[in-house]
């Protein structure tokens, strides 16, 4: 069997960090978080499909909670995350405004680029343990926000088609998506 050099592990951790950056920003097998909400009627950020408790914006302040979390206990060992399950989401009656929508959005993808250049720093092994949860390493909390926020950002996406909420040149709706 061929010995492998650090040129081959070299070439395989830029891998793995390319498709984990994929992974985290959509765009192959699901969308992206900015591609799901783009021209979505501001109107109905706290509007509830039928037979879910749930708005826009609960779903969106969910998925920034639980990623921040993640965020949070990879690089701060003295995190300590909210109560489960009331703490990773807004009350099913609460409602926000404007202003709190694009906060929560902003804040997404603050925090998921935080993530991503974290993905991107070559000195940092994705591999290692991380020093204060020594059962955990960054590779695996990337693929848990990367497969949290997709299943996620699937829901966004039903949700837009149950309540005809598509802008008419969608991808999705022209037959041109995944």
């Not at 081959?8 to 951790?13: A, F, N, R, T």
Request: hydrophobic residues 40%.
């Amino acid at each position: 069997m061929p010995r492998k050099v650090a040129g081959d592990y070299m070439k395989g951790d830029k891998a793995m960090r390319q498709e984990l950056l994929a992974l985290l920003q959509g765009g192959n097998a699901h969308l992206g978080f900015e591609e799901v909400l783009a021209e979505l009627p501001l109107g109905y950020i706290n509007e509830k499909p039928p037979n879910t408790p749930y708005s826009f914006w609960h779903f969106v302040e969910h998925m920034r909670i639980a990623q921040w979390d993640i965020l949070e206990f990879i690089r701060n060992p003295a995190h300590v995350s909210p109560e489960y399950p009331s703490g990773y989401r807004p009350a099913p009656e609460e409602k926000t405004d404007v202003a709190g929508w694009q906060e929560s959005c902003d804040r997404f993808v603050s925090d998921l680029q935080t993530l991503k250049e974290m993905v991107l720093d070559e000195s940092a092994d994705l591999l290692a343990p991380i020093a204060h949860a020594t059962d955990y390493n960054i590779f695996r909390e990337i693929l848990l926000v990367a497969d949290h926020n997709a299943y996620h950002i699937g829901e966004l996406a039903i949700m837009r088609q149950v309540m005809d909420l598509w802008p008419p040149h969608n991808r999705y709706l022209t037959g041109n998506g995944n």
